[in-house]
């Protein structure tokens, strides 16, 4: 079975542009979470959603959003940005939301922002 | 709300040394733990994880770790590195309960270079 996909693999976006980030889960995984890895940190919790809903946000601005669609694939949308939000996004998968629900993580957005 | 500490950025090892990776948590909940590894370019792998039972927990690939509960720790440790070995590996907890135990809590990772 195929894994979690993301894509654009790299994007380079100027500041105030707007980003959208893509991933598709793991077939029959109905939870998608988004977590934002900074060069030299541990990946930062963004977004959970389930079912199409959101479960839970991290400690992210507004400029941060995200939806899942119906398939449970899901976009991240990130607005005005700025250069710190230079990172890898990453998009981890799920069967529920359960602690004991293994996330698996796909290979990642490369965003720069100049 | 969760902390992890990786002790250390980097360990340098020799091929077929040990090895042991050290990671410290706080919490003021019971938590479930988890070794992810990131080799160059790549997404996060899940390498071994503590739910419950034996608090030794083993990888296929012969990492293994422990789950000190007094000590709050979860050092990971591999009896001889390969150089293939090379990546930064990340502890994680999640926890047991509450309206978040989906939410993954990261250390900030350990390099680890396998030199031969």
């Known amino acids: 079975d195929a894994g979690v996909t993301q894509s654009p693999t790299h994007l380079i976006k100027t500041r105030g542009q707007q980003v959208t980030l893509r991933c598709s889960p793991i077939?029959?995984?109905?939870?998608v979470s988004w977590y934002q890895q900074v060069l030299g940190q541990g990946p930062q919790f963004i977004f959970q959603y389930y079912e199409k809903e959101e479960r839970g946000r991290g400690n992210f601005p507004d400029r941060f959003s995200a939806r899942q669609f119906p398939n449970y694939s899901s976009e991240l949308n990130v607005n005005a940005l700025l250069l710190g939000d230079s990172a890898l996004y990453l998009c981890?998968?799920?069967?529920?939301?359960?602690?004991?629900?293994?996330?698996?993580f796909g290979p990642g957005t490369r965003l720069t922002v100049l | 709300a969760q902390s992890v500490t990786q002790l250390d950025s980097q360990v340098p090892v020799f091929e077929e040394a040990p090895v042991e990776l050290r990671c410290n948590y706080s919490s003021s909940v019971s938590v479930y733990l988890f070794w992810y590894v990131q080799y160059p370019n790549q997404g996060l792998q899940l390498l071994l994880k503590y739910l419950s039972g034996s608090t030794l927990v083993k990888s296929i690939n012969g990492f293994e770790a422990e789950f000190n509960k007094s000590q709050t720790s979860f050092h990971l440790r591999k009896p001889s590195v390969h150089i293939s070995d090379t990546a930064e590996y990340f502890c994680a907890v999640s926890p047991r309960s509450g309206g978040s135990n989906y939410k993954l809590t990261f250390g900030k990772g350990t390099l680890l270079t396998v030199n031969p």
């Open positions: 981890a998968s799920s069967y529920g939301t359960g602690g004991t629900d293994t996330q698996y």
């Open positions: 077939s029959g995984h109905k939870s």
